[in-house]
């Protein structure tokens, strides 16, 4: 039944059911596990502790920023669900003059700018960004997937309204300043030895593992998981939204396991949606169920992870302190970022 704060407690799998992803989404559910008002999921890994220790991972003082161009030439396609980045200028040089204007061809904003020039030498110039959230570099809210009703600990899918979400949003999260703490790189194409997976090619558990002992890499609780496909490359090869989206290879849904067990703290990757996009049982963004909706574990996409997988390829190091902090929109299910690995 339904508490007072919105949560419904009926989050067992339907008795009866022993299908296989049932059983995984009972497992690595969290609900509850850091109280029945949470809304940070994951995150709560990363303690005072982790945060401390991904400092001291700053050695040579190098930035890698990890996000992409927001601009109307980015990977989104022609669905008109998500539009690229609309840049609009409102004040710009040629606007200089506008005060030499006739005072009857000055409506009220360009007398307002007029009074301004006219005061001495000082000019400027503004603009608008129009964009979804989700469009580019970003992070995924815990209130972006549900299913059966329900987000991440019990909290009820009518909770996010037209207005915004009131619960799982991104604002609790930015307002405590995640996520910033220790990054590992997994770097799968180069563990494979191509310069990005096919179309369609799922990661699964086993070469995670392979990856972590290959590369050296110890993964620590609270460690954000940073997936490289190389997948980004087929973008800018041939900037095809539609079949960059959909034919993007990633992480199985049975990564969730994984996952869960080394206490990871977020999943970011340099394709659309972290996991492969081709459903692998037939059920369409899976991992997104189990990793959003029961795990409460935030997933970053559409991340540039070339100079960082050059750089980590180079030293063999891959820790480093990442800064993707959240920007506080009310209510947003998402948020645009522009991470930046430290090392």
């Known amino acids: ?186 770097d799968v194409a180069r563990h494979r030895g191509v310069d990005h997976l096919k179309a369609d090619e799922v990661v699964t558990p086993a070469e995670l593992d392979a990856i972590v002992a290959r590369q050296g890499v110890e993964v620590r609780d609270g460690d954000i998981i940073v997936v490289r496909t190389g997948w980004y490359l087929e973008w800018l090869a041939h900037r095809n939204g539609e079949t960059w989206a959909w034919n993007a290879p990633g992480v199985s849904w049975r990564c969730a396991e994984w996952f869960y067990d080394h206490n990871t703290a977020a999943v970011a990757a340099d394709n659309v949606g972290v996991e492969v996009m081709r459903p692998e049982i037939g059920i369409w963004s899976l991992f997104h169920m189990l990793a959003l909706r029961d795990m409460g574990m935030m997933l970053g996409e559409i991340w540039d992870l070339e100079a960082l997988g050059a750089d980590c390829a180079a030293d063999k190091v891959y820790e480093f302190q990442l800064v993707a902090t959240a920007l506080p ?15």
């Open 329 to 343: 929109f009310t209510g947003a299910v998402g948020t645009p970022i522009n991470p930046i690995a430290i090392k």
């Open 1 to 186: 039944m339904n508490d007072p704060h919105g949560h419904h407690h009926h989050g067992e799998p339907p008795a009866g059911d022993d299908s296989e992803w049932r059983q995984v989404a009972k497992k690595v559910r969290n609900w509850g596990r850091w109280g029945a008002d949470d809304q940070l999921g994951t995150l709560n890994h990363i303690t005072a502790e982790a945060i401390r220790h991904a400092a001291t991972l700053v050695r040579a003082g190098r930035l890698i920023s990890l996000g992409v161009p927001f601009d109307a030439r980015g990977p989104q396609g022609a669905h008109g669900l998500r539009r690229n980045p609309i840049h609009l200028m409102t004040i710009d040089g040629g606007d200089s003059g506008v005060h030499e204007l006739p005072k009857e061809w000055q409506g009220p904003t360009e007398t307002w700018v007029a009074n301004l020039l006219e005061s001495g030498p000082g000019r400027f110039t503004d603009d608008y960004i129009i964009m979804p959230l989700q469009s580019c570099t970003q992070w995924d809210a815990l209130s972006h997937f549900y299913y059966e009703g329900q987000l991440y600990n019990g909290y009820s899918s009518k909770s996010v309204t037209s207005l915004g979400a009131t619960r799982c949003a991104i604002d609790p999260i930015a307002s405590r300043g995640h996520i910033t703490g220790r990054g590992v790189l997994l």
